[in-house]
């Protein structure tokens, strides 16, 4: 029989846990209010109780381990949360020991977005694939490198940081305090920004009217929804957005060769919009070995993406093979 895995995924708003098997089955799932605001200890609390609500009683001997993905930058060698912009005041927290110290079970700990490749590569739409990037484009982008079927951490598991590598040196400025990231340019705020800013210089759109009149309203989803009538303005942005974005993609291909490139998160769901300028920059900038074979697709994962990382994670580092 498999053993099972509690796999957690810690977000600024939330926290959600589940019961799994090596496969990807989810037995029970459990989620809550991160209330970051409340302080480390108060979180680490809600924490324990999430694994304890998911656990369900389940006997520990039949519980190999706990996979948990979070916001870094971390270490995932030493188990420590470095500084987490959208967890206040989690500096130098040592969150794998806290956590495998109260339940006496091995613990892992890996960035979100590095854990969420892993998991398209191993229950997704890389099933098998050894060489990919993963790109999660919503309020940010996030990233994820596996190399012959490994994680690509670096020297201290900062590795993967595609959001924020500089694809215009005059750009905006990023939240990382760099200007002109990717992330900054091809992002959810950076769409809406792109749209406000043109519409403040006098453009026309009907943006405006879907967003009541508020410019505050505007998010990356009305304009995705003006886009997809028609509105010119809208589709520009779009176009923009994707073209950064394939630039960001030429980098990564030229630098880790992947057979596969997977994109996800909310800024996707824009479809043609975005993935067509994006397809346009790759096929005039990469140099033709790197598109041999190449794919470029959407992930499959969904919602359950940093769930299944985690316990992606763990899996790995425990050497399971599911049988």
């Avoid at 201290?156 to 040196?169: D, S």
């Amino acid at each position: 029989m498999d053993p099972y895995i509690v796999a957690v995924d810690l977000g600024g708003t939330q926290i959600r846990a589940a019961l799994c098997d090596p496969h990807g089955q989810m037995y029970k799932r459990v989620a809550r209010l991160t209330k970051a605001h409340d302080g480390p200890e108060a979180v680490l609390q809600r924490i324990k109780e999430a694994i304890v609500e998911a656990l369900d009683g389940t006997n520990p001997d039949a519980v190999a381990g706990i996979g948990i993905g979070a916001p870094g930058p971390l270490d995932p060698a030493s188990g420590i949360i470095l500084a987490a912009p959208n967890l206040p005041g989690w500096k130098n927290v040592p969150l794998r020991n806290l956590i495998s110290a109260h339940f006496g079970k091995p613990t892992f700990l890996g960035n979100d977005a590095n854990v969420a490749g892993l998991a398209e590569v191993t229950y997704g739409a890389a099933r098998g694939v050894k060489d990919m990037v993963y790109l999660t484009i919503s309020t940010g982008i996030g990233s994820g490198i596996v190399v012959g079927g490994k994680m690509l951490l670096g020297a201290r598991g900062l590795a993967a940081e595609a959001g924020h590598t500089v694809i215009k040196p005059d750009g905006p400025k990023c939240g990382c305090g760099n200007r002109g990231c990717l992330e900054a340019l091809a992002a959810g705020p950076a769409i809406s920004r792109d749209v406000i800013d043109r519409l403040k210089a006098g453009k026309s759109s009907k943006i405006m009217k879907m967003a009541g009149g508020d410019l505050e309203k505007i998010d990356a989803r009305i304009i995705g929804e003006a886009a997809a009538a028609g509105d010119k303005l809208a589709v520009n942005a779009f176009r923009r957005a994707g073209e950064y974005l394939g630039l960001g993609i030429v980098n990564l291909l030229h630098l880790f060769n992947p057979r596969m490139v997977v994109l996800g998160g909310s800024v996707t769901k824009a479809g043609p919009l975005l993935f067509d300028p994006m397809w346009q920059v790759v096929r005039a900038r990469a140099m033709p070995g790197y598109l041999e074979g190449l794919s470029i697709v959407p992930a499959a994962l969904g919602d359950d993406v940093g769930l299944l990382g985690a316990l992606a994670l763990a899996v790995t580092e425990l050497d399971i093979r599911p049988g």
